[in-house]
């Protein structure tokens, strides 16, 4: 399922309708930011806290504006490996 980012864009000039469309966010990176946030069920600011980073950085890395530091983003995928770990782990009980 797509990401629609909560910027609009507006659509217009020659004579068109001016209407809204959203910008959906394809990087794969934006999209593992996303993805980890969502398995921990973690809010923006709760995750952008768990990094020591600002909400607003958060937003920019999940809609593609920004990409985390190699720190960060290694520390998420170690993060996210340790919790697919832990799910398959659970399974097999």
Not at 50 to 61: I, L, M, P, Y
Request: hydrophobic residues 35%; without cysteine.
């Amino acid at each position: 399922m797509p990401y629609y980012s909560s910027r609009a864009i507006f659509d217009g000039g020659y004579g068109n309708d001016v209407g809204l469309r959203f910008v959906t966010s394809t990087d794969p990176i934006a999209q593992e930011v996303r993805a980890l946030r969502a398995a921990l069920g973690e809010d923006t600011a709760t995750f952008a806290a768990r990094w020591r980073r600002s909400k607003r950085t958060v937003e920019d890395w999940e809609q593609g504006r920004r990409r985390p530091d190699a720190l960060a983003l290694d520390g998420m995928r170690a993060l996210a490996a340790r919790l697919k770990k832990t799910k398959r782990a659970k399974k097999t009980r």
